[in-house]
């Protein structure tokens, strides 16, 4: 069954026996967005996890698999359980559209595991990989997804097990296609397809009077060089 309780440390130790559980996403909230976490409250700073159950789960029927959002505390005490089965997973990146990320040169936060116990260092990501990451964040915000699936669930999975690789092209391929489909804005007299463009927008209609302009100048390079075909020729990021 889903999982739409994790309150208490006993609960998160019992999930984390019941499932194979792995963080997708660490993203911030604009204003007036809210998450209702699995731990309780709403939060504004939250995780996206995925979960599977395992074959000797208790009260197991048959295969469960989905997402669930937690706040920041619930998402360390996860993490640390899990790193005692896995010590290969690690702490993600905080997408925070806030936090200057139009900057050339800023890690986008890569360094910031949040607040709670045992906070640690995120490792070090392929700056094509962050910024694909970012970009699923963007979705992810503007979507205000509960449930992360499809695409952008395989593709974050792929990334948080690779995050020092460049992803794959038709991973790649794969966001920019949701792009193209999704995220249009009418500029001048023309529309424009573009995610970058679309999210300040979408900041502004959340309050956020001067928003930065988050782009993707590694992503949009790599995809011109090494992505782009007759088919797919354009990049959609910025």
Not at 168 to 174: E, F, K, M, P
């Amino acid at each position: 069954m889903p999982i739409h309780d994790c309150r208490g440390e006993k609960t998160r130790e019992q999930l984390v026996r019941d499932f194979e559980i792995v963080p997708l996403a660490h993203v911030r909230l604009l204003n007036g967005q809210t998450k209702e976490s699995c731990a309780g409250p709403d939060v504004g700073e939250y995780y996206v996890f995925s979960y599977r159950s395992r074959p000797n789960a208790k009260d197991a029927n048959g295969e469960d698999v989905g997402t669930f959002v937690c706040g920041i505390t619930a998402a360390n005490d996860f993490i640390n359980l899990i790193q005692r089965k896995n010590p290969a997973v690690n702490r993600l990146p905080l997408f925070d559209p806030l936090a200057g990320l139009g900057q050339v040169g800023n890690a986008n936060n890569a360094g910031r595991a949040g607040a709670g116990r045992g906070v640690q260092q995120v490792p070090n990501w392929n700056p094509i990989a962050k910024e694909l990451y970012d970009a699923i964040g963007m979705i992810c915000i503007m979507w205000n997804l509960n449930n992360v699936s499809g695409a952008l669930k395989s593709v974050l999975f792929k990334l948080i097990e690779n995050p020092m690789r460049i992803p794959r092209n038709s991973d790649i391929l794969s966001i920019n296609t949701i792009i193209s489909r999704k995220f249009n804005i009418d500029v001048g007299n023309q529309r424009v397809t573009s995610l970058a463009l679309y999210f300040q927008d979408f900041m502004v209609t959340h309050g956020e009077p001067n928003p930065p302009l988050i782009q993707f100048p590694n992503l949009t390079a790599h995809f011109i060089q090494n992505v782009a075909n007759s088919r797919n020729p354009v990049p959609y990021f910025n």
